[in-house]
């Protein structure tokens, strides 16, 4: 019997199943301010990791399991008891967790991945399902490959997990293979063949392998599913999962077809968005639904026209609904702290004493470089000085000479690390060459450099450089941000920024990272 409550419950896999993208690697730091902005948003279930995996998914799912008091908090653990147990260590501070346990249901992931009998497997859920309740009443169990599952030995292992006392039984599209009738019969089988469906809520994990994550999780809802698992911006392995944001706004957009609603607070979503986005490095796409910078921009003169006259003509939704204002120029050079510090708690930052006469301080240097100052700008001063904190290494001074007089380029570069200064001359292919060779002649590594990229905060030949450089090192990635008028110190400082996350993860010796 499908539930009459019509309530979704958004449960957010950013922290865990998005950090699994290659090279979307968060630290501890980057962890805690998304989900703090996730509890803000009003997001039910924040899967904050998968403990087992590391000393540092560890910490951070136990850290965030400290701090978040309004969602529930949830690891991710294998049917294996040293997963579980593991799981239930870091999410015991949580004023509401739950363990996420999975096996492999599908003829293929049980004959090649586990090589596991059927019937082993169904013996392994009720295994799982019952270690897990000795810590917590809250537990969810999935079917990894469950839309390629023989539907009756599904209805089997969810009877199973419900009867072990799983509250939440969440059936993925692993793969990203199903399509959105065939997804919603499989739902609706479920709660005609399961007998013990009505003790347990079921929730949908959606990949977007066919571009259909959203389609399917939609027609589940449909179906009768209550949670939808998601992340922000689809962030996710291979291409990605059911995008938060799509969800959301489908359900708030087409209450005539999809009368359900979410505790979301949609007009956080650009905030979310673009945090995600610069932690990551992972770029939002122009013309990304929701979230894209062309998702509410106009060009052609048919539409500007109705636009002009009506703006439901061509807006299904206003900007103002997901957190998107005009940005308009209000501070400037002579601009007072007090003014600077109303602004940020416009954009959403709540920073300290110390912080905020950093970045003021920040901020009047880059109102006396640039004509024009707007919003964008300071989100971006500011998330630059946030991730500076505690850095080993930092940018004392650089020059680069380049262009046709001066080949090779050459770069001057002066590096405060630990405390002491240390300069080289350099040259190389290209001014970011001859600039990142200088780098590493001050500090010798080994690391590789994966990405660089450059795109504009704004408009204009001022615009600030927002810089991402992701280097890998031994199988660990990270990336570095910065940002600045200056490309090149851009880029040096984002470089520099890569490269102290580098420093923290040496540090911490863990396993290697397990695939989910």
Request: charged share 25%.
């Amino acid at each position: 019997m499908r539930p009459k409550n019509n309530k979704i419950v958004i449960f957010d896999t950013t922290l865990r199943d998005g950090e699994q993208s290659p090279g979307a690697s968060m630290n501890l730091d980057e962890k805690m301010r998304i989900a703090s902005v996730l509890e803000d948003m009003g997001v039910d279930v924040i899967e904050a990791g998968f403990p087992i995996a590391s000393v540092g998914d560890f910490e951070a799912v136990h850290e965030i399991a400290k701090v978040v008091k309004n969602s529930t908090v949830c690891g991710l653990a294998r049917a294996t008891q040293g997963d579980i147990e593991r799981c239930a260590e870091a999410i015991k501070p949580a004023v509401r967790s739950r363990i996420h346990t999975f096996i492999s249901t599908s003829p293929l992931h049980m004959e090649y991945k586990l090589q596991m009998t059927p019937e082993k497997v169904l013996e392994k859920v009720t295994e799982s399902v019952t270690l897990a309740r000795n810590f917590t009443d809250d537990v969810e169990w999935s079917a990894e490959d469950g839309s390629r599952t023989e539907h009756e030995f599904l209805y089997r292992c969810v009877e199973a997990a419900i009867k072990a006392g799983a509250t939440t039984i969440n059936i993925p599209d692993t793969v990203g293979y199903a399509v959105p009738s065939e997804f919603a019969d499989l739902i609706t089988s479920i709660f005609n063949n399961v007998p013990n469906i009505d003790q347990a809520i079921i929730s949908v994990h959606c990949h977007n392998d066919l571009g259909l994550a959203v389609a399917n999780s939609l027609a589940a809802v449909g179906a009768g599913a209550r949670q939808v698992e998601c992340t922000i911006n689809g962030l996710g392995e291979r291409a990605g999962n059911a995008a938060m944001e799509e969800i959301v706004m489908a359900l708030r957009t087409r209450q005539d077809l999809l009368p359900y609603s979410t505790d979301i607070k949609t007009e956080a979503i650009i905030k979310a968005s673009r945090l995600v986005s610069t932690i990551t490095g992972f770029t939002v796409q122009p013309n990304k639904a929701i979230v894209g910078k062309n998702a509410f921009a106009h060009e052609s003169g048919i539409h500007q026209d109705g636009m002009l006259k009506h703006a439901g003509t061509y807006e299904i939704m206003t900007p103002e609904s997901v957190g998107l204002t005009e940005s308009k120029l209000v501070l400037g050079k002579h601009s007072g702290r007090h003014a600077f510090k109303e602004k940020l708690i416009d954009l959403g930052y709540d920073l300290g004493d110390n912080a905020v006469q950093d970045a003021f301080a920040r901020f009047k240097d880059l109102a006396d470089k640039k004509k024009d100052v707007f919003d964008e700008d300071i989100m971006a001063l500011v998330d630059d000085e946030i991730m500076r904190t505690n850095d080993r290494i930092k940018v004392v001074a650089l020059e680069i000479l380049c262009g046709t007089v001066h080949n090779p380029p050459k770069s001057t570069l002066t590096l405060d690390i630990d405390g002491e200064e240390k300069s080289c001359k350099s040259t190389g292919d290209g001014p970011v060459d001859a600039a990142f060779n200088a780098v590493k002649e001050l500090f010798p590594h080994e690391a590789r450099l994966q990405l660089y990229q450059v795109h504009a905060v704004t408009g204009g030949t001022d615009a600030q450089a927002e810089v991402t450089v992701r280097l890998e090192e031994n199988g660990r990635t990270v990336n570095g941000q910065a940002a600045d008028t200056d490309t090149m110190v851009a880029s040096v400082k984002a470089y520099i920024n890569a490269l102290n996350k580098l420093l923290v993860k040496r540090e911490k010796s863990a396993p290697s990272a397990l695939s989910a």
